[in-house]
């Protein structure tokens, strides 16, 4: 393997990749290649419109400096995974089933599960107007019962 690591340009935003795969890769993500395939159809100053053989010759990798592009590659990398811990840990706990734990610890949280509806008048047998947080209801309770989760 080779020392040097080759970089592609890529052709819709010019910027330097290092390509997945073994084949010439024109673009440097779907994104790009997407783009430029829409491009295609309506721009007439992009490099897709050059003669081919300048095309080809943009199609040659270009060796790059290691040293100068690994602190970026290092940064971006690091950037990525930085977004990737927050987007995993968010995703977890949004498909994470609620347990019944958890529950009674947000409607700890919430100081109860029903919340006293103030500008409701009580029912003549003594009920008084709650909003229900976990139904999203009002229902009708008696003072005592609201005391239960
Ligand atoms: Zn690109």
Redesign the pocket.
């Known amino acids: 393997m080779s020392q040097e690591t080759k970089y592609y340009t890529?052709k819709?935003?010019f910027?330097s990749?290092i390509p997945k795969r073994r084949r010439v890769q024109k673009?440097?993500?779907n994104t790009?290649r997407n783009k430029a395939h829409h491009a295609k159809k309506t721009a007439t100053t992009t490099r897709e419109t050059l003669p081919e053989k300048l095309e080809n010759q943009l199609a040659v990798p270009t060796p790059i400096k290691q040293t100068v592009n690994a602190a970026d590659i290092t940064n971006a990398a690091i950037g990525t995974l930085a977004v990737n811990t927050l987007v995993n840990a968010f995703t977890k706990n949004e498909n994470k089933p609620a347990t019944k734990k958890d529950l009674v610890e947000i409607l700890n949280a919430l100081k109860g599960r029903y919340h006293i509806i103030k500008n409701l008048a009580p029912l003549s047998d003594g009920k008084k107007p709650y909003y229900d947080i976990v139904k999203q209801e009002l229902v009708y309770l008696f003072p005592f019962q609201t005391t239960n989760f």
């Open positions: 890529c819709y935003c910027e990749f673009y440097c993500s790009c």
